[in-house]
């Protein structure tokens, strides 16, 4: 697996990512506590379209860096990083969450590098509610540290995944998909956690330049309509799509998102 070196606020950092494909370059970043993998089944159904660059931001999967707190343009600088690694001068670019976040910043930041930007799940400000929610989940994650406990893995399908999942599940398929997040947990969710809680994009939202889609999921408890509603307001020409799901629908119908991803990126190939 490639990675790339560079200097972040508190230290070092070496940047994990995965490549695959051919045609025009796309980079997909992931969400909090997850990693570069999770865009396993879009990657499938889009690389042979482009080239899909699938980095690991620091806290997750292989990347190695000083193991303090973080910032955003930390996460930014690590996805432009792992952009000139791959020898990319401009790319397509896709995020997921706060990897959402991370695509808007970079897109209004750093313009003559993004042919277009789709924010999933994304956010313009951590307002009061989403403020108290990280730090429920923060305070999960350290009792879990703390008493051996599996509190995060049994709450991330209930605060992330929407109806469609729970009319078709079952105990004993619900259990596995609890064991498989916390077989998956990474190291550094806590620190992603902070960085969320430092989130606001509104003074720059005015500035992405590039093509934008802004990706709903109609069941989204975790980044609700109000921000979705802010985010195509203050984008300019911001298209809109939504999808029948929850936090997480990359996960949760990986088919209807490729497709949804895949319909805007085929849009723009050119531009």
Not at 6 to 12: E, Q
Not at 40 to 51: E, M, P, Y
Not at 85 to 110: I, K, M, Q
Not at 118 to 127: K, P
């Amino acid at each position: 697996m490639p990675s790339a070196g560079i200097r972040i606020s508190g230290g070092d950092a070496d940047v994990a990512y995965g490549i695959d494909g051919i045609g025009p370059a796309l980079l997909l970043v992931h969400g909090t506590g997850t990693r570069g993998d999770a865009w396993a089944q879009q990657v499938d159904a889009l690389k042979g379209r482009f080239t899909v660059v699938t980095p690991d931001l620091s806290g997750s999967g292989g990347t190695v860096d000083h193991g303090g707190p973080l910032t955003l343009d930390d996460l930014v600088a690590e996805v432009l990083a792992v952009a000139d690694h791959a020898g990319l001068d401009t790319f397509h670019l896709a995020g997921h969450s706060l990897g959402a976040v991370v695509a808007l910043r970079l897109a209004a930041e750093h313009p003559e590098r993004v042919r277009s930007v789709v924010s999933h799940a994304g956010w313009a400000y951590t307002d009061e509610r989403m403020t108290t929610d990280f730090r429920y989940c923060l305070d999960l994650l350290r009792t879990d540290a703390e008493l051996g406990t599996s509190l995060v893995p049994q709450m991330f399908p209930l605060a992330t995944l929407g109806p469609r999942y729970w009319a078709a599940t079952d105990e004993a398929s619900h259990q596995k998909l609890v064991q498989q997040i916390a077989e998956n947990a990474q190291p550094g969710t806590a620190r992603q956690f902070e960085v969320g809680l430092t989130v606001d994009l509104r003074p720059l939202l005015g500035r992405i330049a590039a093509p934008t889609l802004v990706f709903a999921s109609e069941h989204d408890r975790v980044c609700g309509a109000n921000q979705q509603q802010l985010l195509r307001e203050e984008i300019p020409g911001a298209a809109y799509a939504e999808i029948d799901a929850g936090h997480n629908a990359l996960a949760e119908d990986p088919q209807g998102f490729a497709a949804v991803l895949g319909s805007f990126l085929a849009q723009h190939a050119g531009a």
